[in-house]
């Protein structure tokens, strides 16, 4: 069973950065497609950035060219710099792990789940 813990999250101001990590027990991140969604008030969860095994890269284009994912295989730990943030990009942050050579958007594709982390942007 794949555990994962996200933390970093937290009040900023718009422009500034934050940095997310998601720490991964009982599975080696470099094994799944590690993903970063997240979910706004009033909205539904969205795909943010993604990982895979291979280590392809994959952005949403909200935040393409500001977001930057990375890995540390020796930590087991995906992370997920945020720069120039936006009111916007206020939400609860998720990591999410697939297992298997392909990954996906939609969350109903995902085996794990983090309990998230809260990320607020002030205008």
């Known amino acids: 069973q794949v555990q994962l813990v996200e933390s970093g999250g937290g009040l900023v101001q718009a422009g500034g950065s934050l940095r997310l990590s998601c720490a991964a027990s009982?599975?080696?991140?470099?094994?799944?497609?590690m993903t970063w969604f997240r979910q706004a008030p009033g909205k539904e969860r969205e795909f943010v950035a993604v990982?895979?095994?291979?280590?392809?890269?994959y952005y949403a284009d909200s935040v393409k060219g500001r977001f930057t994912i990375s890995r540390d295989n020796a930590k087991n730990t995906v992370y997920l710099q945020m720069n120039s943030l936006k009111p916007e990009d206020t939400a609860v942050y998720y990591c999410?792990?697939?297992?298997?050579?392909?990954?996906?958007?939609?969350?109903?594709?995902?085996?794990?789940w983090g309990q998230g982390t809260q990320v607020t942007v002030s205008s």
């Open positions: 990982i895979t095994w291979r280590g392809n890269i």
């Open positions: 999410a792990a697939r297992f298997g050579s392909t990954w996906s958007t939609k969350e109903d594709q995902y085996h794990y």
């Open positions: 009982g599975g080696t991140v470099s094994s799944y497609a």
